[in-house]
């Protein structure tokens, strides 16, 4: 999913998430097939894509899922991880102990169902606006112990993530800057913006968050690296893209707030460099996939 180092931490979150996943549904144990199966029986099974028109994400999770059950479960991929897939069909294919499948069916569905709905709504949302520039992101409204694989599922639907967590970016929003007028006296967002970025190493990117012209006005003095335009309209959001580039062509924007299939062209429109959406990993679809026995 990532690199190097990064690529190693990626896999050993996998790993326990996978592993807690189990837990949570095996338990003590999976008393109905320990009634009702062999231990020696063994059984292959695909799993299908029940629905069209969709990005397949989370075939490692599948690959993860049986691993940790039972080393004698063989998964055979049929697609890749990414692909855009236009009709109904096999995803992977898998071998081994009837006992051990069944107990990873349900949370290697439960993996793949989710992350290909959050990685084909990014790719649909990605499609509306690929004549401009603006570039989909992610947000931190992500599901708890799950941002990691979320996050993933968004760029492999053609998004890019903004910050992964509150460690990793500067982000002064409303509450911040209310306690910095109450506590500190500032009064301008420029002079806040100067004062954060003296605490603030220099690789750290610094963006605030405005919600008028006067307001953005104040802020790009400051030189921050993103302004966040949040729930501005069309007509806001063009005088602002104006006044930044006649101004500080080096400061991005971003477009956030009340973004929607129906109005994210015309946010693209106004030349914004980022568009952000909660929505791509709190109101996603599950895709519809299911495991048969052959």
């Known amino acids: 999913m990532r690199s190097s180092k990064k690529n190693?931490?990626?896999l050993s979150d996998i790993s326990i998430i996978v592993s807690n996943a189990l837990a949570e549904d095996i338990g003590s144990g999976d008393i109905t097939c320990a009634a009702v199966i062999a231990q020696d029986v063994i059984m292959q099974a695909d799993i299908y894509l029940k629905e069209k028109n969709i990005v397949v994400?989370?075939?490692?999770?599948?690959?993860?899922v049986f691993s940790q059950i039972d080393q004698k479960v063989k998964v055979k991929f049929n697609v890749a991880e990414g692909?855009?897939?236009?009709a109904e069909k096999s995803i992977c294919t898998i071998i081994g102990p009837a006992i051990s499948i069944l107990k990873g069916e349900r949370t290697a569905l439960n993996f793949l169902g989710r992350l290909s709905g959050?990685?084909?709504k990014t790719q649909k949302i990605s499609q509306l606006i690929k004549k401009y520039k603006a570039i989909v992101l992610d947000t931190r409204k992500t599901t708890p112990g799950l941002r990691i694989l979320?996050?993933?599922?968004?760029?492999?639907?053609?998004?890019?993530?903004?910050?992964?967590?509150?460690?990793?970016?500067?982000?002064?929003k409303d509450n911040h800057i209310q306690i910095m007028r109450d506590v500190s006296g500032y009064v301008n967002?420029?002079?806040?913006?100067?004062?954060v970025r003296k605490k603030t190493a220099k690789?750290?990117?610094l963006e605030i968050e405005v919600t008028s012209l006067a307001e953005f006005k104040d802020a790009i003095q400051g030189k921050p690296d993103i302004i966040m335009l949040d729930n501005m309209?069309?007509?806001?959001?063009?005088?602002?893209?104006?006044l930044r580039n006649k101004t500080n062509k080096r400061v991005l924007l971003e477009a956030s707030g009340n973004v929607t299939e129906k109005n994210i062209a015309g946010i693209a429109a106004c030349g914004v460099d980022f568009i952000s959406l909660g929505s791509l990993t709190h109101s996603f679809r599950c895709i519809d996939f299911s495991l048969k026995t052959k």
């Open 150 to 172: 979320e996050k993933y599922a968004v760029k492999t639907g053609g998004g890019a993530n903004h910050r992964f967590g509150l460690f990793d970016q500067i982000l002064i």
């Open 203 to 205: 690789q750290v990117k």
């Open 83 to 86: 692909a855009y897939l236009t």
């Open 233 to 242: 309209n069309i007509i806001q959001m063009k005088q602002a893209v104006s």
């Open 189 to 195: 967002l420029s002079d806040m913006i100067k004062q």
């Open 8 to 10: 190693t931490q990626v």
């Open 118 to 120: 959050i990685a084909t």
């Open 57 to 64: 994400c989370g075939l490692e999770m599948i690959k993860e």
